[in-house]
């Protein structure tokens, strides 16, 4: 069936470094994608989201990259604090216009190490 | 207030037992959504309220969960006979209703059925 997965489950990286998370779409008609941060016992925040008419968006130390011929998209964190901690979830927003229907990936968390 | 506010925060609760969970979604927001998050199934939409439209109720797992919003704001999510398989962390979220706006989430109420 139509999905959004991730392809990592947890991802290391060292406090300064650059981080890429990555998720899959089955979904080619999928136009509307968002990227939520989930810190332990908080619900999901939004960090960005991107059109299918955009191919890069970027956002305060954060890039998201969409290409839709691979059906990937993927969430790029500059200079990553120990505050970037938290689960990553992308979310394709199947609501149309306004509303906020969401399926959501499985996660990635991210861990960055001092 | 400030952000969205579900309550309670933690409900323990005897299977067969009926449970509400109540969301109170940021002032002036007319769209309201419901989520769950267990360690199976990830993140799934329940169902949202948009202004007097009916709801969409697409994602509810079965005719023991409903879902009612008064007034345009609070709402309450009510699960009947409850099972140990409902055990998991409820999301609430709303947004205004444009294109291109963000939801934002609660922190939840984490659910466990004994």
């Known amino acids: 069936g139509e999905s959004v997965g991730l392809h990592l489950p947890t991802l290391s990286v060292q406090e300064g470094d650059n981080s890429i998370i990555n998720c899959a779409y089955s979904?080619?008609?999928?136009?509307?994608f968002i990227w939520y941060k989930q810190e332990s016992g908080k619900g999901p925040q939004f960090i960005i989201d991107?059109?299918?008419?955009?191919d890069k968006r970027q956002g305060q130390r954060v890039t998201v990259l969409l290409n839709k011929t691979v059906k990937h998209l993927s969430l790029q964190i500059a200079a990553t604090q120990p505050g970037d901690s938290a689960v990553y979830f992308c979310a394709e927003n199947r609501g149309g216009s306004g509303a906020q229907k969401l399926v959501f990936g499985q996660g990635t968390r991210l861990t960055i190490n001092p | 207030g400030a952000g969205v506010s579900q309550s309670p925060s933690n409900k323990v609760t005897e299977k067969g037992k009926d449970v509400e969970l109540r969301c109170d979604p940021i002032s002036g927001h007319t769209a309201l959504y419901w989520y769950r998050q267990s360690l199976g199934q990830g993140l799934e939409f329940l169902i949202y309220f948009q202004g007097n439209s009916a709801p969409d109720k697409s994602g509810l797992p079965s005719d023991r969960f409903s879902a009612e919003r008064t007034g345009g704001s609070v709402s309450t999510l009510t699960i009947q006979r409850t099972q140990q398989e409902d055990s998991a962390v409820y999301l609430c979220?709303?947004?205004?209703?444009?294109?291109?706006?963000?939801?934002?989430f609660g922190q939840g109420t984490r659910l466990t059925v004994v």
């Open positions: 979220a709303s947004s205004s209703w444009t294109a291109n706006t963000e939801a934002f």
């Open positions: 979904n080619s008609a999928s136009d509307y």
């Open positions: 991107i059109r299918s008419n955009m």
